[in-house]
């Protein structure tokens, strides 16, 4: 059965860290792109970060850029987010997505585009609170 599950999320101060984990199971995400997206209460979804399959390149949003680092450990079939200096803007719940072409898809058409096409796997969300 193919799944992502994503954890480590949790209530944290500004200024704080946590580190998000995307573990996927029944493929190998050694050979997807995997995206970090959030989504804040009465917000759109919005993309985080994404790292290739290719060459490990990676995308960041404009909000996250210098505090939160993705990474990957094909090993342990699973796609990691750093998050530092946390801000209560952050506060969102989590997901993480795995797709073949997903950064290159997500830079050209939007994460609406990627949600409707219904070809990436998605995990269910791990909620994440910053407090002030």
């Known amino acids: 059965q193919v799944r992502l599950v994503e954890s480590g999320g949790g209530l944290v101060q500004s200024g704080g860290s946590l580190r998000l984990s995307c573990l996927a199971s029944g493929f190998s995400l050694e050979y997807y792109a995997v995206g970090w997206f959030r989504q804040a209460p009465g917000k759109e979804r919005e993309a985080v970060s994404c790292?290739?399959?290719?060459?490990?390149?990676?995308d960041y949003a404009d909000a996250v850029k210098g505090r939160f680092t993705i990474s990957r450990d094909n090993a342990q079939n699973t796609v990691y987010l750093q998050m530092n200096s946390l801000k209560s803007e952050d506060t969102a719940v989590y997901y993480c997505?795995?797709?073949?072409?997903?950064?290159?898809?997500?830079?050209?058409?939007?994460?609406?585009?990627?949600?409707?096409?219904?070809?990436?796997?998605w995990g269910r969300g791990t909620q994440v609170t910053v407090s002030s």
């Open positions: 997505a795995a797709n073949p072409e997903l950064c290159a898809t997500t830079r050209a058409l939007g994460v609406r585009f990627i949600q409707s096409r219904g070809e990436s796997y």
């Open positions: 790292i290739s399959a290719r060459d490990d390149s990676t």
